[in-house]
């Protein structure tokens, strides 16, 4: 079945260092793709998306491309700060009935920035 | 322009108990979801709603029961509690059933069986 692989945490950075958090999926077609933020004691948080193929997702600084020759989402931040700690989740609606819809999550990838 | 919200905020509870938890979902949006997220994993889906009728659901025992009202808000029943109900339970809406959408999800309600 469908499901999404994100590398395993924590990570943990100093500020204004690179971030990359892998994630892979497997899907039937091709499905749009998210990355959600969860924020401590918070519920989730749409990130960014991309709905095709070598599409780039952005927002707040972190980008993400959709390799369907990869089948990979990985996110990315050039100059992290503190106030991006949190935990961050791949996500992907598998096809059911011929449409989209719950959303699999990946395990999440919690980051942590030291000032 | 309000998000989803959820209530109540905490909840402890005993085994054996049941309990409702309610999600109001964003304006303008008429399909709900519901994900446990137990500490530590992520979220796992539950069920979903669209026009009051439960559309999808998730790997979940019939303990965990739905319902979703004209206005499209939405409850979530959980009977005959278990410690491994513990979690955060999230709702999330979207603009509509079978469409690819994004949702958008509530702060989640901790729920803790003793």
């Known amino acids: 079945g469908d499901s999404v692989t994100q590398m395993e945490g924590p990570v943990t950075l100093s500020e204004e260092a690179f971030l990359t958090i892998n994630c892979t999926y497997t899907a039937t077609g091709y499905p749009s793709l998210f990355w959600y933020v969860q924020y401590p004691g918070e519920g989730l948080q749409l990130l960014l998306k991309a709905t095709k193929a070598d599409d780039k997702g952005s927002n707040k600084g972190f980008e993400a491309t959709y390799r369907k020759e990869t089948t990979s989402f990985h996110l990315e931040k050039g100059s992290v700060q503190v106030s991006d700690s949190a935990v961050y989740f791949c996500a992907l609606p598998p096809l059911y009935g011929g449409s989209q819809g719950n959303l699999i999550f990946g395990k999440g990838t919690k980051l942590s920035v030291k000032p | 322009d309000a998000g989803v919200t959820q209530s109540p905020t905490h909840l402890i509870k005993t085994r054996g108990q049941q309990v409702t938890l309610r999600c109001s979902p964003k304006s303008g949006h008429d399909t709900v979801s519901w994900y446990q997220q137990a500490l530590g994993q992520g979220p796992q889906f539950i069920f979903q709603?669209?026009?009051?009728?439960?559309?999808q659901r998730g790997n979940f025992p019939d303990r965990f029961s739905g319902h979703q009202f004209p206005n499209y808000s939405s409850e979530l029943n959980v009977n005959a509690l278990l410690l491994g109900d513990s979690a955060l339970y999230l709702c999330?809406?979207?603009?509509?059933?079978?469409?690819?959408?994004?949702?958008?999800f509530g702060p989640g309600t901790r729920l803790t069986v003793l």
């Open positions: 999330a809406s979207s603009l509509s059933f079978g469409v690819t959408d994004t949702q958008y």
């Open positions: 709603y669209y026009e009051e009728e439960e559309r």
